[in-house]
């Protein structure tokens, strides 16, 4: 069974830190690029950061860049978002997502991200 699960997404004042992971199974994860999207109140998808298989070619939407980091153990079959200097347009609920669009249906049920005084 095709599974991604998010975790670590909390409150956090303006200009806070999260790290968030998604811990992948039953695929070879290694063999697949993943995406970082959110999806803010009333808004529609958004994809912030893209890694491809091996890590090595990383895109950021202009949103997060500079403040995101995104990185993958494919040993431990983990995704991992850390994210700095936290604003409230931030706030969402974060979703891995395999592969590189935001609206892919292999995607997990996502983490909450509230950042607020």
């Known amino acids: 069974q095709v599974q991604l699960v998010e975790s670590g997404g909390g409150s956090v004042q303006p200009g806070g830190s999260l790290r968030l992971s998604c811990a992948a199974s039953g695929f070879t994860f290694r063999s697949y690029g993943m995406s970082w999207v959110r999806q803010a109140p009333g808004k529609g998808l958004e994809r912030i950061a893209t890694i491809d298989v091996g890590g090595g070619v990383i895109t950021y939407g202009d949103s997060v860049k500079g403040r995101f980091v995104v990185s993958r153990d494919n040993v431990k079959n983990t995704l991992t978002l850390r994210m700095t200097d936290l604003k409230p347009e931030d706030t969402g609920l974060y979703f891995c997502?395999?592969?590189?669009?935001?609206?892919?249906?292999?995607r997990g049920q996502g983490t909450q991200v509230t950042v607020a005084s």
């Open positions: 997502v395999r592969g590189f669009t935001a609206s892919g249906s292999i």
